[in-house]
Protein backbone atom coordinates (compact mmCIF):
# COMPACT_ATOMS: atom_id res chain seq x y z
CA UNK A 1 0.00 0.00 0.00
CA UNK A 2 2.75 2.50 1.18
CA UNK A 3 4.92 1.72 -1.94
CA UNK A 4 1.91 2.14 -4.25
CA UNK A 5 1.24 5.58 -2.73
CA UNK A 6 5.54 6.62 -3.26
CA UNK A 7 5.27 5.07 -6.82
CA UNK A 8 2.31 7.15 -7.64
CA UNK A 9 3.73 10.12 -6.01
CA UNK A 10 7.11 9.81 -7.95
CA UNK A 11 5.34 9.12 -11.05
CA UNK A 12 3.27 12.12 -10.46
CA UNK A 13 6.50 14.14 -9.68
CA UNK A 14 7.77 12.88 -13.02
CA UNK A 15 4.86 13.89 -15.19
CA UNK A 16 4.00 17.09 -13.55
CA UNK A 17 6.34 19.62 -15.13
CA UNK A 18 5.52 17.59 -18.27
CA UNK A 19 2.14 18.63 -17.89
CA UNK A 20 2.95 22.18 -16.66
CA UNK A 21 5.49 23.05 -19.75
CA UNK A 22 2.08 24.02 -22.35
CA UNK A 23 1.54 26.79 -20.04
CA UNK A 24 5.03 27.80 -18.79
CA UNK A 25 6.83 27.59 -21.76
CA UNK A 26 7.15 30.91 -23.83
CA UNK A 27 4.61 32.28 -26.27
CA UNK A 28 6.89 32.07 -29.82
CA UNK A 29 5.84 34.79 -32.07
CA UNK A 30 7.15 34.96 -35.74
CA UNK A 31 7.07 38.33 -37.03
CA UNK A 32 7.16 38.08 -40.61
CA UNK A 33 7.33 41.86 -41.73
CA UNK A 34 8.97 44.09 -43.78
CA UNK A 35 12.46 45.55 -42.09
CA UNK A 36 14.14 46.43 -45.42
CA UNK A 37 12.78 48.41 -48.74
CA UNK A 38 9.84 50.80 -49.94
CA UNK A 39 7.71 49.10 -46.79
CA UNK A 40 10.56 49.28 -43.98
CA UNK A 41 8.41 51.77 -41.66
CA UNK A 42 5.78 50.17 -41.86
CA UNK A 43 7.25 46.88 -40.53
CA UNK A 44 8.17 49.08 -37.93
CA UNK A 45 5.29 50.73 -36.44
CA UNK A 46 3.15 47.50 -37.01
CA UNK A 47 6.21 46.28 -34.40
CA UNK A 48 6.46 49.10 -32.49
CA UNK A 49 2.42 48.79 -31.72
CA UNK A 50 2.46 44.85 -31.00
CA UNK A 51 4.87 45.38 -28.52
CA UNK A 52 3.28 48.33 -26.66
CA UNK A 53 -0.03 46.22 -26.11
CA UNK A 54 2.06 43.87 -24.84
CA UNK A 55 3.70 46.02 -22.19
CA UNK A 56 0.66 47.28 -21.15
CA UNK A 57 -0.63 43.47 -20.39
CA UNK A 58 2.70 43.21 -18.44
CA UNK A 59 4.50 40.85 -21.29
CA UNK A 60 2.22 38.29 -20.92
CA UNK A 61 -0.59 36.91 -23.07
CA UNK A 62 -2.91 33.63 -22.14
CA UNK A 63 -0.44 33.83 -18.98
CA UNK A 64 2.59 33.22 -21.12
CA UNK A 65 5.43 35.49 -21.48
CA UNK A 66 5.96 36.42 -25.40
CA UNK A 67 9.53 35.61 -27.38
CA UNK A 68 9.93 37.00 -30.76
CA UNK A 69 11.84 35.53 -33.48
CA UNK A 70 11.64 37.85 -36.49
CA UNK A 71 12.29 37.73 -40.15
CA UNK A 72 12.43 40.39 -42.41
CA UNK A 73 10.74 39.14 -45.89
CA UNK A 74 11.76 42.23 -47.92
CA UNK A 75 7.94 42.48 -49.45
CA UNK A 76 9.51 40.00 -51.74
CA UNK A 77 6.73 37.44 -52.79
CA UNK A 78 9.30 35.10 -54.43
CA UNK A 79 10.85 34.79 -51.06
CA UNK A 80 7.77 34.51 -48.75
CA UNK A 81 7.66 30.43 -48.95
CA UNK A 82 10.96 30.15 -47.44
CA UNK A 83 11.08 32.86 -44.88
CA UNK A 84 7.28 31.32 -43.21
CA UNK A 85 8.51 28.10 -43.59
CA UNK A 86 11.68 29.34 -41.55
CA UNK A 87 9.19 30.34 -38.63
CA UNK A 88 6.71 27.44 -39.14
CA UNK A 89 9.32 24.34 -39.36
CA UNK A 90 12.46 25.50 -38.43
CA UNK A 91 11.76 28.23 -35.21
CA UNK A 92 8.44 25.73 -34.72
CA UNK A 93 6.62 29.10 -33.60
CA UNK A 94 3.23 28.72 -32.22
CA UNK A 95 1.63 32.05 -34.63
CA UNK A 96 3.02 34.07 -36.78
CA UNK A 97 2.87 37.42 -36.84
CA UNK A 98 2.82 39.39 -40.67
CA UNK A 99 2.75 40.74 -42.94
CA UNK A 100 3.17 44.25 -44.70
CA UNK A 101 2.79 42.94 -48.96
CA UNK A 102 -0.14 41.30 -50.21
CA UNK A 103 1.80 38.91 -52.53
CA UNK A 104 4.05 37.75 -49.49
CA UNK A 105 0.70 37.16 -47.48
CA UNK A 106 -0.84 35.07 -50.05
CA UNK A 107 2.40 32.07 -48.89
CA UNK A 108 2.15 33.11 -45.29
CA UNK A 109 -1.85 32.14 -45.67
CA UNK A 110 -1.19 28.99 -47.71
CA UNK A 111 1.42 27.63 -45.47
CA UNK A 112 -0.83 28.96 -42.33
CA UNK A 113 -4.01 26.76 -44.08
CA UNK A 114 -2.13 23.89 -44.79
CA UNK A 115 0.10 23.98 -41.15
CA UNK A 116 -3.02 25.05 -38.75
CA UNK A 117 -0.56 27.43 -37.00
CA UNK A 118 -2.10 30.75 -36.05
CA UNK A 119 -1.43 33.65 -38.93
CA UNK A 120 -2.68 37.12 -37.62
CA UNK A 121 -2.34 39.37 -40.44
CA UNK A 122 -1.54 42.98 -39.51
CA UNK A 123 -1.93 44.55 -42.38
CA UNK A 124 -1.74 43.22 -46.28
CA UNK A 125 -5.07 43.41 -47.49
CA UNK A 126 -5.22 40.56 -50.36
CA UNK A 127 -8.65 39.81 -50.91
CA UNK A 128 -8.11 36.10 -51.15
CA UNK A 129 -7.11 35.70 -47.27
CA UNK A 130 -10.27 36.55 -46.03
CA UNK A 131 -12.03 35.77 -49.24
CA UNK A 132 -11.16 32.32 -50.93
CA UNK A 133 -8.31 31.35 -48.74
CA UNK A 134 -9.92 32.37 -45.44
CA UNK A 135 -9.67 29.50 -42.43
CA UNK A 136 -10.39 29.33 -38.91
CA UNK A 137 -6.79 30.22 -37.57
CA UNK A 138 -6.04 33.36 -39.86
CA UNK A 139 -7.21 36.84 -38.92
CA UNK A 140 -6.97 40.19 -39.70
CA UNK A 141 -6.45 43.26 -37.91
CA UNK A 142 -5.92 45.28 -40.38
CA UNK A 143 -8.65 46.11 -43.55
CA UNK A 144 -9.35 44.38 -46.75
CA UNK A 145 -7.74 46.27 -50.04
CA UNK A 146 -11.10 47.08 -51.31
CA UNK A 147 -12.45 48.83 -48.22
CA UNK A 148 -10.99 51.94 -48.29
CA UNK A 149 -10.84 52.31 -52.13
CA UNK A 150 -14.94 51.51 -52.00
CA UNK A 151 -15.09 54.11 -49.38
CA UNK A 152 -13.25 57.12 -51.82
CA UNK A 153 -15.14 55.72 -54.82
CA UNK A 154 -18.01 57.42 -52.98
CA UNK A 155 -16.41 60.51 -51.85
CA UNK A 156 -15.05 61.27 -55.09
CA UNK A 157 -18.64 61.04 -56.81
CA UNK A 158 -19.97 62.49 -54.17
CA UNK A 159 -17.48 65.78 -54.15
CA UNK A 160 -18.80 65.55 -58.47
CA UNK A 161 -15.62 64.04 -60.20
CA UNK A 162 -17.10 62.38 -63.54
CA UNK A 163 -14.05 61.14 -65.09
CA UNK A 164 -10.75 59.65 -63.15
CA UNK A 165 -7.57 57.66 -63.85
CA UNK A 166 -6.27 55.39 -62.01
CA UNK A 167 -2.61 54.99 -60.80
CA UNK A 168 -0.72 51.85 -58.74
CA UNK A 169 1.65 49.19 -58.34
CA UNK A 170 0.86 46.63 -60.41
CA UNK A 171 0.14 43.86 -57.66
CA UNK A 172 -2.88 43.00 -55.67
CA UNK A 173 -3.10 45.58 -53.33
CA UNK A 174 -3.33 48.11 -56.14
CA UNK A 175 -5.46 46.59 -58.50
CA UNK A 176 -7.96 45.09 -55.66
CA UNK A 177 -7.59 49.19 -54.11
CA UNK A 178 -8.55 50.32 -57.60
CA UNK A 179 -11.53 47.66 -57.75
CA UNK A 180 -13.07 48.69 -54.59
CA UNK A 181 -12.52 52.21 -56.11
CA UNK A 182 -14.49 51.52 -59.31
CA UNK A 183 -16.87 49.95 -58.01
CA UNK A 184 -18.75 52.69 -55.53
CA UNK A 185 -17.39 55.27 -58.26
CA UNK A 186 -19.34 54.02 -61.13
CA UNK A 187 -22.36 53.17 -58.78
CA UNK A 188 -22.07 57.00 -57.94
CA UNK A 189 -22.40 57.77 -61.88
CA UNK A 190 -18.33 58.33 -62.46
CA UNK A 191 -15.85 56.66 -65.23
CA UNK A 192 -12.38 55.00 -64.70
CA UNK A 193 -11.21 56.62 -68.30
CA UNK A 194 -7.95 54.59 -68.03
CA UNK A 195 -5.91 52.28 -65.27
CA UNK A 196 -2.10 53.17 -65.27
CA UNK A 197 0.71 51.00 -63.17
CA UNK A 198 4.20 50.09 -62.64
CA UNK A 199 5.35 47.53 -61.33
CA UNK A 200 6.28 46.85 -57.74
CA UNK A 201 8.51 49.09 -55.65
CA UNK A 202 8.87 51.06 -58.87
CA UNK A 203 9.10 55.03 -58.57
CA UNK A 204 9.42 56.03 -61.88
CA UNK A 205 7.12 57.99 -62.44
CA UNK A 206 7.40 60.82 -64.91
CA UNK A 207 5.93 59.25 -67.82
CA UNK A 208 3.05 58.11 -66.59
CA UNK A 209 2.50 61.93 -64.81
CA UNK A 210 2.87 63.49 -67.95
CA UNK A 211 0.27 61.19 -69.47
CA UNK A 212 -2.12 62.03 -66.82
CA UNK A 213 -1.99 65.60 -67.62
CA UNK A 214 -2.45 64.92 -71.49
CA UNK A 215 -5.56 63.08 -70.31
CA UNK A 216 -6.67 65.90 -68.05
CA UNK A 217 -8.91 63.70 -66.04
CA UNK A 218 -11.25 65.61 -62.92
CA UNK A 219 -9.73 63.62 -60.68
CA UNK A 220 -6.63 60.63 -60.22
CA UNK A 221 -6.97 57.81 -57.73
CA UNK A 222 -3.88 55.80 -56.41
CA UNK A 223 -2.50 53.77 -54.44
CA UNK A 224 0.73 53.66 -53.06
CA UNK A 225 2.21 53.33 -49.44
CA UNK A 226 5.46 53.84 -47.54
CA UNK A 227 8.64 55.14 -49.35
CA UNK A 228 7.25 54.80 -52.82
CA UNK A 229 3.86 57.25 -51.29
CA UNK A 230 6.28 59.90 -50.54
CA UNK A 231 8.04 60.19 -54.13
CA UNK A 232 4.29 59.63 -55.89
CA UNK A 233 3.28 62.79 -53.66
CA UNK A 234 6.21 64.82 -54.34
CA UNK A 235 6.37 64.29 -57.96
CA UNK A 236 2.81 64.75 -58.88
CA UNK A 237 3.41 68.49 -56.93
CA UNK A 238 6.82 69.45 -59.10
CA UNK A 239 4.64 68.40 -62.35
CA UNK A 240 2.02 70.72 -61.36
CA UNK A 241 -0.70 68.62 -60.98
CA UNK A 242 -1.53 69.53 -57.22
CA UNK A 243 -4.22 71.99 -57.42
CA UNK A 244 -4.97 71.25 -61.09
CA UNK A 245 -6.36 67.56 -60.36
CA UNK A 246 -7.61 66.17 -57.67
CA UNK A 247 -5.64 63.38 -55.86
CA UNK A 248 -7.43 61.03 -54.29
CA UNK A 249 -6.37 57.30 -52.60
CA UNK A 250 -6.55 55.60 -49.64
CA UNK A 251 -4.86 56.58 -46.46
CA UNK A 252 -2.14 54.68 -47.46
CA UNK A 253 -0.69 57.68 -49.62
CA UNK A 254 -0.49 60.14 -46.80
CA UNK A 255 -0.08 58.08 -43.59
CA UNK A 256 3.33 58.00 -41.55
CA UNK A 257 4.84 59.74 -44.45
CA UNK A 258 3.53 63.65 -44.17
CA UNK A 259 7.19 64.60 -42.58
CA UNK A 260 8.67 63.48 -45.65
CA UNK A 261 6.44 64.87 -47.96
CA UNK A 262 5.69 68.40 -46.28
CA UNK A 263 3.69 71.05 -48.63
CA UNK A 264 2.86 68.57 -50.86
CA UNK A 265 0.73 66.92 -49.22
CA UNK A 266 -1.72 69.45 -47.60
CA UNK A 267 -5.16 69.03 -48.50
CA UNK A 268 -5.19 65.72 -50.01
CA UNK A 269 -8.63 63.83 -49.30
CA UNK A 270 -8.06 60.24 -48.07
CA UNK A 271 -9.93 57.65 -46.66
CA UNK A 272 -8.48 55.26 -44.12
CA UNK A 273 -10.37 53.30 -40.79
CA UNK A 274 -7.57 55.01 -38.82
CA UNK A 275 -6.78 58.97 -38.76
CA UNK A 276 -5.62 62.22 -35.89
CA UNK A 277 -7.57 63.94 -33.75
CA UNK A 278 -10.34 60.88 -33.04
CA UNK A 279 -9.98 62.34 -29.63
CA UNK A 280 -11.75 59.23 -27.98
CA UNK A 281 -10.38 58.32 -24.70
CA UNK A 282 -8.51 55.13 -25.69
CA UNK A 283 -7.16 56.63 -29.03
CA UNK A 284 -5.72 59.54 -26.50
CA UNK A 285 -4.13 56.76 -24.28
CA UNK A 286 -2.81 54.64 -27.19
CA UNK A 287 -1.03 57.43 -28.16
CA UNK A 288 0.30 58.73 -25.04
CA UNK A 289 1.41 54.94 -24.28
CA UNK A 290 2.99 54.91 -27.65
CA UNK A 291 4.80 58.69 -27.79
CA UNK A 292 6.19 57.85 -24.20
CA UNK A 293 7.52 54.21 -25.53
CA UNK A 294 8.96 55.70 -28.98
CA UNK A 295 9.16 58.95 -28.95
CA UNK A 296 6.86 59.71 -31.95
CA UNK A 297 3.57 59.37 -32.91
CA UNK A 298 1.55 55.87 -33.93
CA UNK A 299 0.22 55.89 -37.57
CA UNK A 300 -2.29 53.46 -39.25
CA UNK A 301 0.39 50.69 -38.90
CA UNK A 302 1.31 50.87 -35.25
CA UNK A 303 -2.76 50.38 -35.27
CA UNK A 304 -2.49 47.54 -36.44
CA UNK A 305 0.03 45.83 -34.82
CA UNK A 306 -1.33 46.97 -31.97
CA UNK A 307 -4.84 45.30 -32.43
CA UNK A 308 -2.89 42.32 -33.61
CA UNK A 309 -1.60 41.84 -30.27
CA UNK A 310 -5.08 42.37 -28.99
CA UNK A 311 -6.88 40.01 -30.99
CA UNK A 312 -4.30 37.41 -30.32
CA UNK A 313 -4.63 37.79 -26.38
CA UNK A 314 -8.65 38.17 -26.41
CA UNK A 315 -7.69 34.45 -28.33
CA UNK A 316 -5.25 33.02 -26.01
CA UNK A 317 -7.32 34.37 -23.09
CA UNK A 318 -9.91 32.04 -23.97
CA UNK A 319 -7.58 28.73 -23.98
CA UNK A 320 -5.40 29.74 -20.85
CA UNK A 321 -2.60 30.62 -23.55
CA UNK A 322 -3.17 26.95 -25.40
CA UNK A 323 -2.35 27.66 -29.17
CA UNK A 324 -4.02 24.21 -30.38
CA UNK A 325 -7.57 24.96 -29.21
CA UNK A 326 -8.32 26.57 -33.01
CA UNK A 327 -11.73 26.24 -32.38
CA UNK A 328 -11.88 28.03 -29.01
CA UNK A 329 -9.53 30.71 -30.45
CA UNK A 330 -11.53 31.62 -33.30
CA UNK A 331 -15.07 31.76 -31.31
CA UNK A 332 -13.66 34.30 -29.22
CA UNK A 333 -11.49 36.51 -31.45
CA UNK A 334 -15.39 36.04 -33.62
CA UNK A 335 -17.34 37.14 -30.97
CA UNK A 336 -15.47 40.11 -29.44
CA UNK A 337 -15.41 43.77 -29.93
CA UNK A 338 -11.96 45.05 -30.52
CA UNK A 339 -11.49 47.92 -28.56
CA UNK A 340 -9.27 49.88 -30.63
CA UNK A 341 -7.55 53.34 -31.47
CA UNK A 342 -9.50 53.38 -34.75
CA UNK A 343 -12.47 53.06 -32.29
CA UNK A 344 -14.33 49.44 -31.63
CA UNK A 345 -14.63 46.84 -34.66
CA UNK A 346 -15.62 43.46 -34.91
CA UNK A 347 -14.47 40.55 -37.31
CA UNK A 348 -16.72 39.52 -40.11
CA UNK A 349 -17.26 36.22 -41.25
CA UNK A 350 -14.14 35.67 -43.14
CA UNK A 351 -12.12 37.30 -40.23
CA UNK A 352 -11.48 40.80 -41.45
CA UNK A 353 -12.38 43.90 -39.60
CA UNK A 354 -16.09 45.67 -40.27
CA UNK A 355 -15.02 49.04 -39.32
CA UNK A 356 -15.90 52.48 -39.93
CA UNK A 357 -13.70 54.71 -43.05
CA UNK A 358 -12.86 57.91 -41.99
CA UNK A 359 -12.67 60.94 -44.64
CA UNK A 360 -9.30 62.67 -43.67
CA UNK A 361 -7.72 65.64 -45.17
CA UNK A 362 -3.84 66.69 -44.87
CA UNK A 363 -3.63 69.57 -42.07
CA UNK A 364 -0.11 70.57 -42.03
CA UNK A 365 1.55 66.93 -40.31
CA UNK A 366 -2.19 65.49 -39.62
CA UNK A 367 -4.57 63.13 -41.32
CA UNK A 368 -7.11 65.28 -39.84
CA UNK A 369 -10.63 62.69 -39.46
CA UNK A 370 -13.02 64.89 -41.17
CA UNK A 371 -16.33 62.79 -41.09
CA UNK A 372 -17.11 59.12 -41.66
CA UNK A 373 -16.90 57.90 -45.37
CA UNK A 374 -18.71 54.64 -44.63
CA UNK A 375 -19.72 53.22 -41.52
CA UNK A 376 -19.75 49.70 -40.57
CA UNK A 377 -18.18 48.41 -44.15
CA UNK A 378 -17.53 44.94 -44.31
CA UNK A 379 -15.90 43.35 -47.26
CA UNK A 380 -17.79 41.76 -49.53
CA UNK A 381 -15.55 38.20 -49.20
CA UNK A 382 -18.32 37.30 -47.25
CA UNK A 383 -18.09 33.59 -48.59
CA UNK A 384 -16.73 31.89 -45.99
CA UNK A 385 -19.03 31.05 -42.61
CA UNK A 386 -16.99 29.38 -39.99
C1 LIG B 1 -0.61 45.49 -49.40
O1 LIG B 1 0.29 45.05 -50.14
O2 LIG B 1 -1.62 44.82 -49.16
C2 LIG B 1 -0.48 46.84 -48.81
C3 LIG B 1 0.77 47.40 -48.62
C4 LIG B 1 0.89 48.65 -48.02
C5 LIG B 1 -0.24 49.32 -47.60
C6 LIG B 1 -1.49 48.77 -47.79
C7 LIG B 1 -1.62 47.51 -48.41
O3 LIG B 1 -0.14 50.51 -47.00
Not at 16 to 34: C, D, E, I, S, T
Not at 213 to 240: I, N, Q, R, S, W
Not at 316 to 335: C, N, W
Amino acid sequence: MKRTIILAALAAAALAPMQALPQGAKLKVGLMLPYSGTYAALGDAIEKGFRLYLTEQGGKVGGREVEFVKVDDESDPAKATDNVNKLVKRDNVDVIVGTVHSGVVMAMAKVAKDSGTLLIVPNAGAGAVTGAMCAQNIFRSSFSNWQPGYAMGEVAAKRGAKKVVTITWKYAAGDESVGGFKEAFEKGGGQVVKELSLPFPGVEFQPLLTEIAALKPDAVYTFFAGGGAVKFVKDYAAAGLKGKIALYGPGFLTDGTLEAQGADADGLYTTLHYGDGLDTPKDKSFRAGYAKAYGAQPDVYSVQGYDAAQMLAIGLAATKGDVSKKAEIAKAIEGAKIDSPRGPFTIGASHNPVQDMYLRQVVGKDNKVIGVASTALADPGRGCRM
